[in-house]
């Protein structure tokens, strides 16, 4: 029996690395999946390794897509119980506000908390109509946390998309629905890996503030979505569901 058995779910950003790693899983664990995306081919890919799974491409910044993702899904397996906003983008001119340029800014927000804002404004809705469901939203650790190597933009969308949880959270308990703020630490993915290798000594310098010493895989942070989404967490709600191997507990780590 899977922890997720007769769940239908929809994960935005799901072409590739958490969102990948979420849909295999998740199909895994007995649900079905929309694989919600802008990149086609990788999306089509990842709907086709798992169990149970469709490919749908969706821009999560334009209200008529979000709802149309929604639509579909509803109408292929009869309903949503599940909504797992994982979509974001991190981009390189995204730097310190003394050097982020006001378009850099907006990219940003219309990707990671409009984007949010209209997944959960569509998809509440279908949650409701079940009787309940779970939410998840993908802040970060750095909604918490302030960095010396700024993303001023990232960094906003991560912490309104963690508040508007909490709002969402003590708004839709009485129907049933829950909604939790996943807050990943790093993540090992080929962009961030990339963005290390730009810089000698980047990645070092981050991991001595990681007290577990290394990088989150993606298997493992969407081993924690999986349990925010399941009925194992049905006392869960507006949670700061932390991820990050002690980044945000630790002071000084061990040498």
């Not at 309903?79 to 982020?100: K, R």
């Not at 804002?117 to 779970?134: A, K």
């Not at 969407?222 to 980044?247: H, K, M, P, R, W």
Request: hydrophobic share 45%; charged share 20%.
């Amino acid at each position: 029996m899977g922890r997720l058995d007769g769940k239908v779910a929809v994960i935005t950003g799901a072409a590739g690395g958490i969102g990948r790693e979420a849909t295999l899983l998740f199909s895994a664990e007995g649900a079905s999946v929309c694989v919600a995306d802008v990149a086609e081919e990788q999306g089509e890919q990842t709907a086709s390794e798992a169990r149970e799974a469709f490919f749908h491409k969706v821009d999560v910044t334009d209200a008529a897509s979000v709802e149309e993702m929604y639509k579909v899904t509803a109408e292929r397996y009869g309903g949503i119980d599940i909504l797992y906003n994982n979509a974001g983008i991190m981009p390189a001119d995204d730097a310190s506000i003394l050097e982020t340029e006001v378009d850099a800014w907006q990219r940003v927000q219309d990707v990671n908390t409009k984007g949010v804002y209209l997944c959960c404004r569509y998809g509440i809705p279908h949650l409701i109509e079940r009787g309940g469901g779970s939410v998840v939203n993908v802040a970060s650790f750095v909604a918490l946390a302030g960095a010396a190597t700024s993303q001023i933009s990232y960094t906003a969308s991560k912490g309104a998309v963690l508040s508007m949880s909490r709002e969402l959270a003590v708004e839709f308990a009485r129907q049933g629905v829950r909604v939790n703020a996943l807050c990943p630490g790093p993540v090992e993915t080929p962009l961030l890996m990339r963005l290390f290798n730009e810089t000698p000594g980047a990645l070092e310098r981050r991991l001595v503030h990681i007290p577990i010493g290394r990088l989150a895989q993606a298997k493992e942070i969407a081993q924690g979505a999986l349990f925010l989404a399941s009925d194992e967490s049905s006392y869960v709600n507006g949670s700061t569901f932390l991820v990050d191997g002690g980044i945000t507990a630790a002071y000084v780590t061990a040498e």
